[in-house]
């Protein structure tokens, strides 16, 4: 159930509400837009339907929200989310391009790729210091060692860190250094993880799991909103289908759908929905001219040597092409990049 409120309503109408919402046993979910407060109610409706709600102070209407997942829908919030992050404002006009390697191999291959990326354009510096590898044989990241390259470099540059965590218990040393918490495809149904992450201040980058519909990728979503986090941002990276001459099927479909079911931004990963760097500018064009909000794209000054998806990963001066071919794009569906 959705409570909106009129324009002219107070903070004392909002704490009213609020504190009647709780003395139901419900959760108030306040979410503050440029013209109007909206409120949430998680927990038993039924309570809600015999209450007077419109006759509070304040309130314009009380309607039900159809969609399963209420507070990632576009009923619950029509207006785009923005997530600022030190500026970087993501979901907004213009489309904030994150790129670097798979995995933060050293301190030399990290900073080369910030170096180029940041010269490009790029705003975002990416690298996973906790892997998920298929093989427990694999390269596993970093650590803790990572994280520190991820900081360094990036303050240099003057970017924003994204990278992934795996484990609830990496929680408070990931946030230490991050910007935005990635949560992997593999663990896109990992309510535990999903619940840490709906605690925490720092926006959360959910990739959607390989074999996930649109709705579970959206309810995945709620998880973390409904924990209390609302700067989450959604990831197509590719899903599982018979085709076996690219890594992963890239959904173009899934942004626009995404975009009318939901207020959350969209990114695209061209990365990992083709598994070839050759296939990756192509889509990265289609994902902008889609409406994405935001691109995740790997880049290794030397994919040859790469530890993890070298076979994925631009060279610094084919990404520095494609970011100039993005941005007449971008120019042409209304967008800066
Ligand atoms: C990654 O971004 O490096 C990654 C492992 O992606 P995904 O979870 O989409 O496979
Ligand atoms: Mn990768």
Redesign the pocket.
Known sequence: MIIVLRPDATEKDVEHIVEKIKSWGLTPMISKGVERTIIGVIGEEDILRVQPLEAFPGVEKVMPVLAPYKLVSREFKSENTIIDIKGICIGGKRIVVMAGP?AVESYEQLRAAAEAIKKAGAQVL?G?AF??RTSPYSFQGLGEEGLKYLRQVADEFGMAVVT?LMDPRDLVLVEKYTDII?I???NMQNFALLKEVGQSRKPVLL?RGMSATIKEFLMAAEYILSSGNFQVMLCE?GVRTFETETRFTFDLNAVPIIKQKSHLPVIV?PS?ATGKYSLVPAVARAAVAAGADGL?I?VHPNPEEALS?GEQSLLPDKFAKLMQELKSIARAVGRDL
């Open positions: 798979c990416r996973g892997k998920p992934e990635q992997g495809a593999r990739k990276r990963d990992h995740l790997e998806d």
